[in-house]
């Protein structure tokens, strides 16, 4: 099947394999090697990319990591690489005259990432132009040499810029083009919705189980399996429309599985029902993987610290599986069985989460890597509990890092529920909490410390909504 793309200002027709990788075909069939080859799992930047995709009459521009975007989910889209950005070749962008006024780039092997990382920022950062927001911006990229103070100067400059003499574009509800007006982004940006308009889509159908391999967001299966993949009958998922987007439906939320993380995160309704997200999102990926990563995708990963598995076993969703015309729900509670074994049936595919409005229940989220943020968890946990005159009358816990799968902690959450949130109740559900989880000791922390954690994380779930402060007494 044909892909046919505009790669910056160049219209792009190719029958090569849909599933090979985006960074491969950008470096060796197009020769555009500003695009660098890092450490090709999403980590380190290098190969950063905008992906502009039509929404309506306006193209929605997403930074993202080339190394894990198969070229199949590129038709009918825009791809920017570093080569796309200037003006002309002998007048830079705003991003890149403050990155070398203010020496941004020493070695330059990590400087095209940056570049269009920042330039996404210009583009399509929602909220005021503060440095914060530079920062959030290239949280997918790595330096290795400049220490990032540099890179941090020209970020500042770029705050002033936009603050100041450009701050009319900025503020512009059409930015793009007004982008464009002030000679701040090369004139073709103006046509590409035109242009990708014209493309034909690719014809859609709900995929029955036929291929080697169904790639979703591939941040996983990339890593895990991507030499064989371009070789191998793949299935683009994001081709399918019925699974993506997020509504509100007879009480439930409804995702569809390709909702990616920064979707869910950045959904209105949401943060409104989770008003946490911005005190931890940041904590589980960078823009860039957040732009990429998939909810059913973590799901089906199975890994026992998966973040998102971990907060939706909280929120007590439930999966849609569909197999040709058949189709069941299964709670998410019931989905595992063990390590990497889960009940989904040959052919099966997840093609919507659901779970019920929290009703005013608050939703929490802890976790703890050897990293800060942007780390694979030791251990998380996720929370839904809701307190009515002092009396537990909701709760949902989970844990990941202390069994073979993301766990529900259904004990603990049964001894809460229709108890006074007090310290000796308190302590009587973290002693049966105990009793539910059976960490071991891998490179991410000894058994004994993982318990801790988890112990610490239902302290901090409880003592979030007690009127005594439980946390004094039992930490």
Not at 311 to 332: H, K, Q, S, W, Y
Not at 334 to 360: A, M, N
Not at 407 to 432: C, P
Request: net charge negative; hydrophobic share 40%; glycine share 8%.
């Amino acid at each position: 099947m044909a892909v046919e793309f505009w790669v910056n200002d160049e219209l792009v027709v190719t029958e090569v394999s849909e599933g090979k990788l985006l960074l491969d075909f950008l470096r060796k069939d197009l020769a555009k090697t500003g695009t660098k080859e890092g450490c090709k799992e999403g980590d380190c930047g290098a190969c950063s990319v905008m992906l502009g995709e039509l929404k309506g009459s306006d193209v929605d521009y997403r930074v993202m990591t080339s190394c894990l975007i198969p070229l199949g989910e590129v038709h009918g889209k825009h791809v920017v690489t570093v080569e796309g950005v200037a003006l002309s070749l002998d007048q830079l962008n705003p991003v890149q005259a403050a990155m070398v006024e203010r020496g941004g780039s020493q070695c330059g092997y990590c400087t095209p990432g940056f570049i269009v990382s920042m330039t996404w920022w210009m583009l399509g950062e929602a909220g005021a132009p503060t440095l914060d927001s530079v920062k959030r911006a290239v949280s997918g990229n790595l330096c290795r040499c400049t220490g990032y103070n540099s890179i941090k100067r020209a970020g500042e400059d770029l705050v002033d810029h936009f603050s100041g003499k450009y701050k009319a574009a900025w503020e512009s509800p059409k930015r793009l083009q007004s982008l464009v007006e002030a000679g701040l982004l090369p004139t073709y940006f103006s046509e590409v919705a035109a242009r990708l308009k014209a493309i034909q889509p690719q014809k859609a159908v709900v995929p029955h189980g036929q291929a080697d391999f169904y790639i979703g967001g591939g941040t996983d299966l990339y890593v895990q399996r991507g030499e064989e993949i371009p070789q191998s009958t793949v299935t683009i998922l994001n081709r399918y429309p019925q699974m993506r987007g997020i509504e509100f439906k007879d009480g439930y939320f409804v995702l569809g599985s390709l909702t990616t993380f920064e979707e869910f995160a950045q959904h209105p309704e949401l943060r409104r029902v989770i008003p946490s997200m911005d005190e931890w999102i940041w904590l589980i990926a960078s823009l860039h993987l957040r732009n990429r990563a998939t909810i059913a995708g973590n799901i089906v990963n199975a890994s026992p610290i998966g973040d998102m598995s971990n907060l939706l076993l909280a929120l007590d969703a439930e999966l849609v599986m569909v197999a040709g015309d058949a189709e069941r729900i299964v709670p998410l509670k019931s989905f595992y069985k063990g390590y990497k074994v889960y009940d989904k049936r040959p052919h099966e595919i997840i093609t919507q989460i659901r779970f019920p409005d929290p009703d005013g229940a608050v939703i929490r989220f802890e976790k703890v890597s050897k990293r800060k943020a942007l780390d694979i968890a030791s251990v998380n946990s996720g929370a839904k509990l809701k307190v009515e005159n002092g009396v537990v009358v909701e709760a949902s816990l989970s844990a990941g890092g202390v069994a073979a799968y993301p766990l529900w902690l259904k004990d603990t959450g049964e001894f809460l529920r229709g108890k006074a949130l007090n310290l000796e109740n308190a302590a009587a559900a973290l002693e049966i909490a105990m009793s539910e989880v059976s960490p071991i000791s891998d490179v991410r922390g000894s058994a004994d410390y993982k318990r801790l954690l988890t112990r610490q994380f239902l302290v901090a779930h409880l003592d979030a909504l007690s009127d005594a402060p439980l946390a004094e007494e039992l930490i």
